[in-house]
């Protein structure tokens, strides 16, 4: 069984930066990569930013030049750094973890933690 910890969210101006963090536990095999998603009231899921194992990263354009993901594979952890938050960044922000699984991935998330930018 896998597990995803996030922590980090809160109440912020706009303007201000906020850091998540996710630990990932449990029974872990062949991560492909780790990332994060948020979802804003009556909005479908969408992706913010993912990082995997080699480092490499990808980042909605929504966020790029405000937001940085960096993680770390001993640990099996992932943060998100987010500078120049805006009202729209308001949402719950879901860590993933996306493991290998012959040719399909698994798709594991955390329990969601809120970010409210206020104006």
């Known amino acids: 069984q896998v597990q995803l910890v996030e922590s980090g969210g809160g109440l912020v101006q706009a303007g201000g930066s906020l850091r998540l963090s996710c630990a990932a536990s449990g029974s872990i095999r062949s991560i492909n990569a780790m990332g994060w998603y948020r979802q804003a009231p009556g909005k479908q899921r969408e992706l913010v930013a993912t990082?995997?194992?080699?480092?490499?990263?990808n980042y909605a354009d929504s966020v790029k030049g405000r937001f940085i993901i960096s993680g770390d594979n001993a640990k099996n952890t992932v943060e998100l750094l987010m500078n120049s938050l805006k009202p729209g960044d308001t949402a719950v922000y879901y860590c993933?973890?996306?493991?290998?699984?012959?040719?399909?991935?698994?798709?594991?998330w955390g329990q969601g933690t809120q970010v409210t930018v206020s104006s």
């Open positions: 993933n973890l996306r493991t290998s699984a012959g040719f399909y991935e698994n798709y594991y």
């Open positions: 990082i995997t194992r080699s480092g490499q990263t």
